[in-house]
């Protein structure tokens, strides 16, 4: 079965940091276009970050130098390292697949919440 | 960074009824463009690709059409399962984007 299964949310104070992880099954990270995507309460989706296929990896301006995206290829994982968090930060974090040969996100996780408070 | 604008905000119909949504870029994104259904306490679900192709197991009442900078998602007769917010994307050069989303409600 294709899944994508988010874990690593959870409480954290502001300046804090938080590594989430997405777990993939049926298909290989690597060798795909994979995206985090968040959406905080009430509001619509925003786009994260990206890695490519070939290690290339994109940020949002609101999270550039702050996120790091990475995938662990033996363990066919996607991974947000998040610093710095902002309160602005608050939402839930879905991963998702990029099928390029549609130009979609065709496959999502369901989500991990990340709050950001005191 | 390429915007793109949804309307209405919100579309209150009846089941049975004909829901059209719109998306407008701010720039050309030629084709590529997808819609997306989402539930509450649920991840978006892809329904149409490159403008006006449905993903796998869409059914035939949902169409997409449109080229450039203007986009339409059509319902051609709503289910009560059809009650959600729709997004629409772009993806140009190294950016994503969404729409802000159009929720469709009962009536």
């Known amino acids: 079965e294709v899944q994508l299964v988010e874990t690593g949310g959870g409480l954290i104070q502001p300046g804090g940091s938080l590594r989430l992880s997405c777990a993939a099954s049926?298909?290989?990270?690597?060798?795909?276009?994979m995206s985090w995507v968040r959406q905080a309460p009430g509001k619509g989706l925003e786009w994260v970050s990206v890695i490519y296929s070939g290690g290339s990896t994109y940020y949002a301006d609101s999270v550039k130098g702050r996120f790091t995206i990475s995938r662990d290829n033996s363990k066919n994982t996607l991974y947000l390292q998040m610093n710095s968090l902002r309160a602005e930060d608050t939402a839930v974090y879905y991963c998702?697949?990029?099928?390029?040969?549609?130009?979609?996100?065709?496959?999502w996780g369901q989500g991990t919440m990340v709050t950001v408070s005191s | 960074e390429i915007v793109l604008t949804q309307s209405p905000a919100t579309l209150s119909l009846s089941p049975g009824e004909r829901a059209t949504l719109s998306c407008r870029a701010s720039?050309?994104?030629?084709?590529?463009l997808a819609w997306y259904q989402q539930k509450p306490g649920q991840a978006p679900r892809l329904l149409i690709y490159?403008?006006?192709n449905r993903a796998t197991g869409i059914p035939a009442r949902f169409s997409g059409s449109g080229s450039g900078t203007d986009f339409t998602l059509t319902i051609s007769s709503l289910e009560p399962e059809d009650f959600a917010v729709y997004y629409c994307?772009?993806?140009?050069?190294?950016?994503?984007?969404f729409g802000q989303g159009t929720k469709v409600e009962i009536k």
């Open positions: 490159d403008a006006s």
């Open positions: 994307q772009q993806r140009s050069n190294w950016s994503w984007t």
């Open positions: 998702a697949r990029f099928y390029t040969l549609v130009q979609a996100f065709d496959i």
């Open positions: 720039q050309s994104v030629s084709s590529y």
């Open positions: 049926g298909f290989t990270v690597s060798s795909n276009y």
